[in-house]
């Protein structure tokens, strides 16, 4: 499961946001403003932080700024209703993979998710899940229904390909 910490001093925001990331399987950090969110960053290193802007306190650029310097790789989105071109160019400069205007909506930073995901900047955060089946119409059934609950069916064909999917 891959965590993803939201900084933002907009409560019904990030519950809003904690609800469908945890939904899709992602391990959801929070924090109401910068300075807490650089100390759970320190504490937990999510994959990903998404962070508004403009906070009270210290501010997204500055969030942006020590998180690049402590973890380069880690991906850092960042969300405004107030960002110039300027602004946006900056920040992308500064290592931001991407500047979120608002409004937006949920949708838009699972597509960004995703696309951090096929980067290579975070796994698929779906459990697998190894079965052993006999017969194709059961291993159908099976794959729909495992892949309808979150997970990520493999069905091995020995148990030296089995023994190989958990090592990975």
Known sequence: MQKVLIIDDFDPFRG????VLSRLGYRVLEAPDGRQGLEI???EQPDVVITDL???GLDGSQVLAEIKQKSPETEVVVLTGFA???TEHD????GAFVCLRKPFNLE???KVLD??????GVGDPRPVALVHVE???RRLFLDRVLRKNGLEPRFPESPEEARDLLRS
């Open 108 to 110: 838009q930073i699972v």
């Open 84 to 86: 110039t071109e300027r």
């Open 41 to 43: 960053f320190g504490r």
């Open 115 to 120: 696309r951090i995901r096929e980067k290579g």
């Open 135 to 137: 017969g194709d119409r």
């Open 91 to 94: 920040l992308l400069k500064q």
């Open 16 to 19: 809003m946001a904690r609800r």
């Open 54 to 56: 403009r906070m009270p």
